[in-house]
């Protein structure tokens, strides 16, 4: 079974700083890295770095081959990653000495896709495979209704979320992934809001929704919480050395999912995507910092 992953491609100017830059000031950088990212590709190496079969579906400028090629040397297919006129997506990242960053994105090419040429990349998908978004890449509502026309499982990250991603389909998801902001915004109905850091409101609210979804929703360095069945399984983060968070929740996702898909628990599947965000976090960069499989395990039996 394969999941086709219609995701980001972006290229991250990675800036070390003392601080985040405030309005109206100038600051210079301690370095710059240039890394492969984009929530899409970070997310495609963590399904292959978790040992799934990952088929990235996007689009770069002409002149990024090297993202693609780093991409598929992660393990990923890219055989339906298009090259076409105009800039990749980018990402202007601050981190600062907490690992905290500030992140400013331009969808690039990530931006450009319409309802016909999603139609030809989706060609070889089956029914019975995974599709995993983000919400980076336009034109999101044709892919859930190609989804229900190949009968494809949906698995959702809405991040960054706004209202366009708020208003799909998602009852039709069998996976979402979600931190306490975007929990938030989906908890209820828009003319209400739910305290984003009240998690046993959000939980309630959040499966009154989404009955039928298995929801992770993520809470950084306090690890996530499963919601089930009408159960909530709460698991927490091991302390680590932050160097940069960056891609950590992505990397929760990918080895979320790739639990899911490969029969682990839902509770182990939690548990093994908190470890692999939390190594994550302890490398500088995106896709750099997404650990292997093997690395995960070893990290779980240091912890128990
Ligand atoms: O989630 C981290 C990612 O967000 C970065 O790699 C950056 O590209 C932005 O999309």
Same mark, same amino acid.
């Given at each position: 079974m394969a999941v086709f992953n219609f995701g980001s491609i972006n290229i991250d100017y990675v800036y070390r700083m003392d601080r985040f830059v405030q309005p109206g000031e100038t600051l210079s950088s301690l370095s710059l890295d240039t890394v492969l990212g984009g929530k899409g590709a970070n997310q495609s190496v963590a399904l292959a770095r978790a040992g799934l079969d990952v088929r990235h579906i996007g689009r770069v400028g002409q002149s990024d081959q090297w993202a693609v090629d780093a991409l598929r040397e992660f393990g990923v297919?890219? =055989?339906?990653?298009? $090259? !076409? =006129?105009?800039?990749?997506?980018? $990402? !202007? !990242?601050?981190? =600062?000495?907490?690992?905290?960053?500030?992140?400013?994105?331009h969808g690039g090419a990530n931006q450009s896709f319409d309802a016909n040429v999603i139609e030809t990349l989706f060609e070889s998908a089956k029914s019975g495979d995974w599709l995993l978004l983000q919400n980076e890449c336009n034109s999101l509502e044709h892919v859930f209704d190609l989804a229900e026309r190949k009968k494809l499982n949906i698995a959702f990250n809405p991040a960054p979320m706004d209202k366009a991603a708020s208003e799909l389909p998602l009852e039709r998801c069998q996976v979402l992934i979600l931190n306490e902001v975007e929990a938030a915004q989906l908890a209820i109905d828009p003319s209400q809001t739910v305290d984003g850091t009240d998690h046993a409101a959000l939980a309630v609210a959040l499966q009154a929704r989404f009955p039928n979804v298995i929801i992770a929703l993520t809470l950084g360095s306090n690890g996530a919480t499963l919601l089930h069945d009408g159960q909530r399984t709460s698991v927490s983060s091991a302390k680590v050395d932050v160097v940069d968070t960056t891609g950590a929740g992505d990397t929760f996702v990918g080895y979320f999912l790739a639990g899911i898909i490969n029969g682990l628990s839902t509770s182990d599947a939690l548990e093994r995507a908190c470890s692999a965000g939390a190594l994550a976090v302890t490398v500088a960069g995106a896709t750099p910092g997404i650990p292997t499989l093997k690395a995960v395990n070893k990290f779980i039996k240091g912890t128990h």
């Open positions: 297919n890219t =055989d339906c990653v298009q $090259a !076409i =006129d105009g800039p990749s997506g980018h $990402a !202007i !990242i601050q981190v =600062d000495t907490n690992g905290e960053n500030a992140i400013v994105l």
